[in-house]
T-cell receptor, first 112, second 117 residues
Framework: NAGVTQTPKFQVLKTGQSMTLQCAQD?????MSWYRQDPGMGLRLIHY???????DQGEVPNGYNVSRSTTEDFPLRLLSAAPSQTSVYFC???????????FGEGSRLTVL | AQKITQTQPGMFVQEKEAVTLDCTYD???????LFWYKQPSSGEMIFLIY??????QNATEGRYSLNFQKARKSANLVISASQLGDSAMYFC??????????????FGPGTRLSVLP
């Protein structure tokens, strides 16, 4: 049972480069989300989706894009990386309005 | 605004003792859910326990219990008989209705628990 799979686990970028963090879940969850974790700030919501074709912004959406073309996949795109985007990123999913969030293992991104 | 407050950045507890991690929340929603997650040094997020806003009984899961005081808007996590493996960061989280679609989860800043042998 794979659950939520994130790739890559580690990435180093230069300022201005672009990249995509991949997230896939095999639990048929409608709700998927991306968080960033920074020291002392807990997890902050970047973007979320309640189903294929439906996305919305969270607390810290600037500099990130998302799309949801299938129930399984929810990639996070950094269009022009900045040092302020150095963080640990978590993808998470849940079954609709009930149940807990299931998390991926996290992706550590460093922007130089 | 929806917010979770965890006022204890760090806590120490002796092995085999009980410990309470504080969590207060702010929401105007009547229906919400409260969660606790554990993040060990390896980095993964582990779900511990859940309490619904309409649940009258405090939730329990093994050595974890949630002390839910709705009027005070608090949802403290109690860990009984602490073990060395309980040393980790603990996050309190709340599921609330989002502005546009369905639901969202709000997390507190976390409490780092250290269990002493």
């Amino acid at each position: 049972n794979a659950g939520v799979t994130q790739t890559p686990k580690f990435q180093v970028l230069k300022t201005g480069q672009s990249m995509t963090l991949q997230c896939a879940q095999d639990m048929n969850h409608e709700y998927m989300s991306w968080y960033r974790q920074d020291p002392g700030m807990g997890l902050r919501l970047i973007h979320y989706s309640v189903g294929a074709g439906i996305t919305d912004q969270g607390e810290v959406p600037n500099g990130y894009n998302v799309s949801r073309s299938t129930t399984e996949d929810f990639p996070l795109r950094l269009l022009s990386a900045a040092p302020s985007q150095t963080s640990v990123y978590f993808c998470a999913s849940s079954l609709g309005l009930a149940g807990e969030l299931f998390f991926g293992e996290g992706s550590r991104l460093t922007v130089l | 605004a929806q917010k979770i407050t965890q006022t204890q950045p760090g806590m120490f507890v002796q092995e085999k003792e009980a410990v309470t991690l504080d969590c207060t929340y702010d929401t105007s929603d009547q229906s919400y859910g409260l969660f606790w997650y554990k993040q060990p040094s390896s980095g993964e997020m582990i779900f511990l326990i859940y309490q619904g806003s309409y649940d009258e009984q405090n939730a329990t899961e093994g050595r974890y219990s949630l002390n839910f005081q709705k009027a005070r808007k608090s949802a403290n996590l109690v860990i009984s008989a602490s073990q060395l493996g309980d040393s980790a960061m603990y996050f309190c989280a709340m599921r609330v209705a989002s502005d546009n679609y369905g639901q969202n989860f709000v997390f507190g800043p976390g409490t780092r628990l250290s269990v002493l042998p």
